[in-house]
T-cell receptor
Framework: AQKITQTQPGMFVQEKEAVTLDCTYD???????LFWYKQPSSGEMIFLIY??????QNATEGRYSLNFQKARKSANLVISASQLGDSAMYFC??????????????FGRGTQLTVWP | EAQVTQNPRYLITVTGKKLTVTCSQN?????MSWYRQDPGLGLRQIYY???????DKGDVPEGYKVSRKEKRNFPLILESPSPNQTSLYFC????????????FGPGTRLTVT
């Protein structure tokens, strides 16, 4: 079974609108970290936001927020007021705390976001 | 400047010719890792290292070797490359622990003919 599932291969949003990129995860470990990365067409990987499994509040970083629903095992990325420069591939990732998978970082397959004027 | 460097950035080679992709970080990170990125498959982990002389397999280790003799360096070795190893490769490093994001190198685009 996949550890990280991103069900939206592509998403389109108009400039200045908000958009939600979906991510669900699978783990039995009570302690884990969730990450979102952005990959523009130039190819580099850019860290956006982090949410810990014990964090009580949803993480926010500027226009990015993470809608963390622990019981549903979802960690959706919300981008408010989209900009043309937000057009990129977005990856959700998870890091577990213990056992044989300590140190592993699992990535989803990504969502290609296109922002149009 | 804190960074992860990879060399070469682009490489075209032939089947069976051994090659090494170097990776170096200057942040004193314990954890280093190699990923390959293929269209529609996201990033898949090849190998990772929790510290010097400690390495472990990721999801797709076949056909690759790694070593971690120094904390800053984590080279990826393809002993006998094949066309199915044509891919975009990323090296990454981080502090140890679930809270820390990984810092990625710029990527190496490898083509095996």
């Amino acid at each position: 079974a996949q550890k990280i599932t991103q069900t939206q291969p592509g998403m389109f949003v108009q400039e200045k609108e908000a958009v939600t990129l979906d991510c669900t995860y699978d783990t039995s470990d009570p302690s884990y970290g969730l990450f979102w990365y952005k990959q523009p067409s130039s190819g580099e990987m850019i860290f956006l936001i982090y949410q810990g499994s014990y964090d009580q509040q949803n993480a926010t970083e500027g226009r990015y927020s993470l809608n963390f629903q622990k019981a549903r095992k979802s960690a959706n990325l919300v981008i408010s007021a989209s900009q043309l420069g937000d057009s990129a591939m977005y990856f959700c990732a998870m890091r577990e705390y213990r056992g044989s998978t300590l140190g592993r970082l699992y990535f989803g397959r990504g969502t290609q976001l296109t922002v149009w004027p | 400047e804190a960074q992860v460097t990879q060399n070469p950035r682009y490489l075209i080679t032939v089947t069976g010719k051994k090659l090494t992709v170097t990776c170096s970080q200057n942040m004193n990170h314990e954890y280093m890792s190699w990923y390959r990125q293929d269209p529609g498959l996201g990033l898949r982990q090849i190998y990772y290292s929790m510290n010097v002389e400690v390495t472990d397999k990721g999801d797709v280790p076949e056909g690759y070797k790694v070593s971690r003799k120094e904390k800053r360096n984590f080279p990826l070795i393809l002993e006998s490359p094949s066309p199915n190893q044509t891919s975009l490769y990323f090296c990454a490093s981080s502090k140890q622990g679930i809270h820390y994001e990984q810092y990625f190198g710029p990527g190496t685009r490898l083509t095996v003919t």
